[in-house]
């Protein structure tokens, strides 16, 4: 079993910058593709960002593609998430996510593993 702790949410104003964080328990993690989903009150859950095992091949959704960023350090098992330019939109709860594979680009989450706890993120205007 892998537990996914996030951490680095809070509450900042519309254009500024938070970046989250991902551990991991296990280091079987490195060999997973990671992503972080959101769900905001009252929405579905949504995929924002992927990354591969070897730490290339980010994908994005398109609401945050040029302002956010994801990375990982597969020595340290942590997962970041740069978020720039936060807008009020993006509010939501942010969840780390482990695919089953080395790969993932969003999509079907059945193809998700395992899941963190969620941190919040409240962007004000």
């Known amino acids: 079993q892998v537990q996914l702790v996030e951490s680095g949410g809070g509450l900042v104003q519309a254009g500024d910058s938070l970046r989250l964080s991902c551990s991991s328990s296990?280091?079987?993690?490195?060999?997973?593709?990671m992503a972080w989903f959101r769900q905001a009150p009252g929405r579905e859950r949504e995929f924002v960002a992927a990354?591969?095992?070897?730490?290339?091949?980010?994908t994005y959704a398109d609401s945050v593609k040029d302002r956010f960023s994801v990375s990982r350090a597969r020595a340290s098992s942590t997962v970041y998430l740069q978020m720039n330019s936060l807008k009020p939109e993006d509010t939501a709860t942010y969840y780390c996510?482990?695919?089953?594979?080395?790969?993932?680009?969003?999509?079907?989450?059945?193809?998700?593993?395992?899941w963190g706890k969620g941190t919040l993120v409240t962007v004000s205007s």
């Open positions: 996510a482990a695919a089953r594979g080395p790969y993932y680009s969003g999509g079907d989450v059945s193809n998700i593993q395992y």
């Open positions: 296990r280091r079987t993690s490195s060999n997973n593709a």
């Open positions: 990354i591969s095992w070897a730490g290339g091949s980010p």
